[in-house]
């Protein structure tokens, strides 16, 4: 592909153009990507990368029935929704579809940051009250009503940085927060640190208008809620006078596998009075959406001001939408999910039994936080380790994120049309770099775990589900085994330089 300028000239230009607090990955050596095709990407030179960051292209880069969905409604019309158009119409049956059934109202608008800006409007404007609750290291947008409730950003800002109308719960994190894996019950004890928040803030006069979190945190560190926290919340909370509010930016769509949204993990018995969406609803077209009850809905309009947003569900926009829908469903990229999912997790519970580096696997479908500690019993954060991974995997053409409050979980999120051989070579390609790092830290390698240990591992359509894994709560504690299949089944050689720690 010709290029306009050279990456030099490219990198030069942004410095020069681009404001300077957007940052790129891999700061030192930045990736010039100039094409991408379901989970690969290619840079200027040709070469390619596997994605396992790419959450946005959700049913894969540059899918072909996405864009001639959106080339057909493109040579017809775009324009706004104050015009009746099917495309509106339409998108919103087909996506209230997949949400129970009291969550009935959408309003179309463009990015994650505008659909959880929007959710706490409806949420104050619901009952008057405007206090929120949030989770710690929580990340909902980079507007500044939602930096005021990500702790993920604020907290960069200073100690003084809180609003006082913001209130922030412990995250229900059992790997690494106040109440882990070995207690009873964290769901309640968690649930309990949100009600005594609300107790404490009526006694200062204060109302809460809501409670908001991600499903499953995905800056915050892959955390999976423990079943049953979100019903207990949303009971205390509303009868605070409050609304549930589940930010799906991230983990919506199938992610999951078994369940379109993340936040049905918690059971039939829970629905949230708000769920917001984003990210890989138009697999890389910005469009976003918050749906609703139409009680919450028609205090909105109470207010007698008008909301109106220029592009929010143009038919562009809706018939993007709509194909994403049917390639998720013709695609069976929810099976997809969880098959590719459940060996993904199974390979690197394999890692955890061997290599003193992996703390902790967890994960649903393709969202799946691996865990770097320098010490297993004290889980320290391995933090210049899981930076020094991610330099190392990107030399083998490999594209993996790190994020938490420490920077330490490797963090996947491919494109949904990911498979079991990515999987395998991702994993294997690892492994291997623990390895040469642990020997160059003096970290000892448990081998036996992976030597010692033969099984058969399930390949099958129906996919593998490790031992001790529920769908629900995926920390991973999984027997070891090893097995040469696919296309990356060769072993390869992976020079590893000695880092500081």
């Known amino acids: 592909m010709e290029e306009l300028y050279s990456k030099a000239e490219t990198l030069a230009l942004r410095r020069k153009h681009i404001g300077p607090s957007c940052k790129v990955f891999y700061a030192k050596d ?24 790419n959450n946005v292209a959700h049913v894969g880069h540059s899918h072909p029935y996405v864009i001639k969905a959106a080339t057909k409604q493109m040579e017809l019309l775009n324009t706004n929704s104050r015009f009746l158009h099917d495309n509106l119409v339409q998108y919103a049956q087909r996506l209230t579809a997949t949400l129970p059934e009291k969550l009935s109202v959408c309003y179309f608008v463009n990015s994650g940051s505008e659909a959880n800006d929007l959710a706490l409007r409806l949420a104050r404007q619901y009952r008057g009250h405007q206090d929120v609750i949030t989770l710690e290291n929580a990340y909902h947008g980079h507007v500044t009503s939602l930096i005021d409730i990500s702790p993920y950003k604020f907290n960069q800002l200073g100690k003084d940085s809180k609003k006082e109308y913001v209130h922030v ?32 803030t009526q006694k200062n006069g204060r109302k809460i208008a809501a409670f908001i979190a991600e499903s499953m945190q995905s800056c915050g560190g892959q955390v999976i809620p423990p079943v049953g926290y979100f019903q207990k919340v949303a009971e205390y909370v509303r009868a605070a006078g409050g609304v549930f ?21 918690q059971g039939e018995d829970f ?37 109106f947003n220029t592009f929010g569900g143009n038919p562009v926009s809706c018939a993007i939408g709509l ?16 098959r590719v999912g459940n060996y993904l997790l199974e ?18 479908g393709l969202f799946v936080g691996v865990d770097l500690v320098k010490d297993k019993e004290k889980r320290t954060p391995a933090t210049a380790e899981a930076l020094h991974l991610i330099y190392k995997l990107k030399e083998h053409q490999i594209l993996l994120s790190a994020d938490g409050p420490y920077r330490n979980i490797l963090k996947f999120k491919p494109p949904m049309c990911f498979t079991k051989e990515d999987a395998q070579h991702t994993v294997e390609t690892l492994d291997a770099l623990l390895t040469e790092l642990e020997e160059a830290t003096g970290m000892k390698t448990e081998n036996n775990a992976s030597t010692n240990v033969q099984c058969k591992r399930k390949t099958t359509e129906e996919g593998s589900q490790p031992e001790g894994a529920s769908e629900s709560i995926g920390h991973m504690n999984g027997a070891a085994c090893r097995q040469e299949n696919g296309i990356y089944s060769k072993k390869r050689s992976v020079p590893s330089k000695r880092i500081r720690t």
């Open 30 to 53: 930045p990736l010039k990507i100039v094409r991408a095709q379901g989970q690969y990407m290619f840079d200027e030179k040709g070469e390619k990368y596997l994605d396992c960051i």
């Open 169 to 200: 719960a412990p995250s229900p994190d059992i790997y690494r927060g106040k109440y882990r894996e070995d207690h009873p019950d964290p769901a309640s004890a968690y649930a309990e640190e949100v009600k005594k928040i609300i107790e404490e």
């Open 245 to 265: 509010i589940a930010d799906e930016v991230q983990v919506g769509f199938g992610r999951v596998g078994k369940h379109f949204w993340a936040f049905q993990l």
């Open 271 to 307: 629905v949230p009075d708000i769920v917001t969406m984003g990210k890989p609803i138009g697999n890389g077209h910005p469009m976003s959406c918050v749906v609703t009850t139409r009680e919450i809905a028609e205090a909105f309009g109470a207010s007698g001001l008008e909301y």
């Open 323 to 338: 194909a994403v829908l049917d390639v998720i469903e013709k695609e069976d990229l929810q099976g997809n999910a969880t």
């Open 347 to 364: 390979l690197l519970a394999e890692q955890k039994e061997k290599h003193p580096l992996v703390g902790d696997i967890r994960g649903v």
